[in-house]
């Protein structure tokens, strides 16, 4: 494969797959932008912070399901089993400019993570 897009991409997503997200982050502009089902997450350290507790925490295996790319624009498909959720598919559509990912647009559904939240938090008197 040549395609510059995938490959960043498929790098990135094996590093925050495998639970190495100081690489991961590697793989993204400092400015990096992501549309996520939670809003827009702009710059790295936002970026890590929405991230890492999915990946650190709640991420038990990963399943590519399709990798497509070329010079600029990468689309990856696959699905997690995660603790709330035995089956999370995802999809992430990433920019890639100058070597880095300037842009994800990031889907999932956040329902089982959300009600996941929510039995982790105090009951309330």
Same mark, same amino acid.
């Given at each position: =494969?040549?395609? &510059?897009?995938?490959?960043?991409? +498929?790098?990135?997503?094996?590093?925050?797959?495998?639970?190495?997200?100081?690489?991961? +982050?590697?793989?993204?502009?400092? @400015?990096?932008?992501?549309?996520?089902? $939670? *809003? %827009?997450?702009? *710059?790295?350290? #936002?970026?890590?912070?929405?991230? $890492? &507790?999915?990946?650190?925490? +709640?991420?038990?295996?990963? @399943? =590519?399901?399709?990798?497509?790319?070329?010079?600029?624009?990468?689309?990856?498909?696959?699905?997690?089993?995660?603790?709330?959720?035995?089956?999370?598919?995802?999809? !992430?559509?990433?920019?890639?400019?100058? *070597?880095?990912?300037?842009?994800? %647009?990031?889907?999932?559904?956040?329902?089982?993570?959300?009600?996941?939240?929510?039995?982790? !938090? &105090? #009951?309330? &008197?």
């Amino acid at each position: =494969m040549t395609n &510059p897009a995938l490959q960043i991409a +498929l790098a990135y997503h094996r590093a925050w797959t495998g639970k190495d997200l100081d690489l991961a +982050l590697t793989y993204l502009a400092d @400015e990096v932008v992501c549309d996520a089902p $939670a *809003g %827009r997450i702009v *710059g790295i350290e #936002a970026y890590r912070d929405f991230l $890492a &507790p999915f990946a650190e925490r +709640l991420l038990i295996s990963v @399943e =590519m399901i399709a990798a497509f790319g070329d010079d600029s624009t990468a689309v990856l498909v696959y699905d997690t089993e995660t603790i709330p959720a035995k089956s999370a598919p995802a999809a !992430e559509c990433v920019t890639v400019r100058d *070597g880095k990912i300037v842009y994800n %647009r990031f889907v999932f559904d956040r329902t089982p993570f959300d009600e996941f939240r929510r039995r982790q !938090e &105090p #009951a309330r &008197p």
